[in-house]
Each structure stands twice: as structure tokens, then as C-alpha cells.
């Protein structure tokens, strides 16, 4: 079995700063891509970021230049840096990540962490 869990939301006010972690754990083998998307009340799940094994990234028009997602291999974690908070990023975020236990490849999501922005 495979788990990913989520760590770091909370409540901040606009123009501040949170750190999303993700961790996954269980029966690994390799893990490939992972990511965080988000989906907001009424609407539909988004991408936020994705990060390849390499390195390599990519971001959603409206978070780039102040969310940066990272890993760390070694601990098979995921991070969500997320600065200049605004009130339209409130949303539930999930970790997403493709894993491979045992030759069998799997895409699997986090149980979301509530990111709420507000004054």
C-alpha cells in the first residue's frame, strides 16, 4: 500500500507565505512525477505544479513566480512554497504523485490540506 500525506496548511492572510509538504510512504519502488493541484469550492480540480524526477517543472499561469514546488528524493517528499498568498488561492490542496510498487505503476492522490487566505 501506498499513502501520501499532506502537511502545512493552514490560515494566512494576503501577501503571506505557507510551506505545503507531501510524503509518501509504503511499498516503493521507484516514484516519478509528482505535484499539487488544487480545487477551490464549486469548481473543478486544477493543476498547481508538477516536478519531474530531474528537476524539471512546470506551473499554472496563475501561481508562477510565486509558488515554487521542490523534492527531496531521498524521503520521496514533495514541497508546495507558496508566497504572495492571495485571497483566489483558497482552495484544497492535493499531492499527486505516479509511484510504482512491485512493476506496477499507480497514480495517487493525497487526502488534501485546506489552504484558506483571508484578512
Known amino acids: 500500500q501506498v499513502q501520501l500525506v499532506e502537511s502545512g496548511g493552514g490560515l494566512v492572510q494576503p501577501g503571506g507565505s505557507l510551506r505545503l509538504s507531501c510524503a509518501a510512504s509504503?511499498?516503493?519502488?521507484?516514484?516519478?512525477?509528482m505535484g499539487w493541484y488544487r480545487q477551490a469550492p464549486g469548481s473543478q480540480r486544477e493543476l498547481v505544479a508538477r516536478?519531474?524526477?530531474?528537476?524539471?517543472?512546470n506551473y499554472a499561469d496563475s501561481v508562477r513566480g510565486r509558488f515554487t514546488i521542490s523534492r527531496d528524493n531521498a524521503k520521496n517528499t514533495v514541497y508546495l512554497q507558496m508566497n504572495s498568498l492571495k485571497p483566489e488561492d483558497t482552495a484544497v490542496y492535493y499531492c499527486?504523485?505516479?509511484?510504482?510498487?512491485?512493476?506496477?505503476?499507480?497514480?495517487?492522490w493525497g487526502q488534501g490540506t485546506q489552504v484558506t487566505v483571508s484578512s
Open positions: 499527486n504523485a505516479d509511484i510504482t510498487v512491485v512493476k506496477r505503476y499507480g497514480n495517487y
Open positions: 509504503g511499498s516503493i519502488s521507484t516514484i516519478g512525477g
Open positions: 516536478i519531474t524526477v530531474g528537476g524539471t517543472t
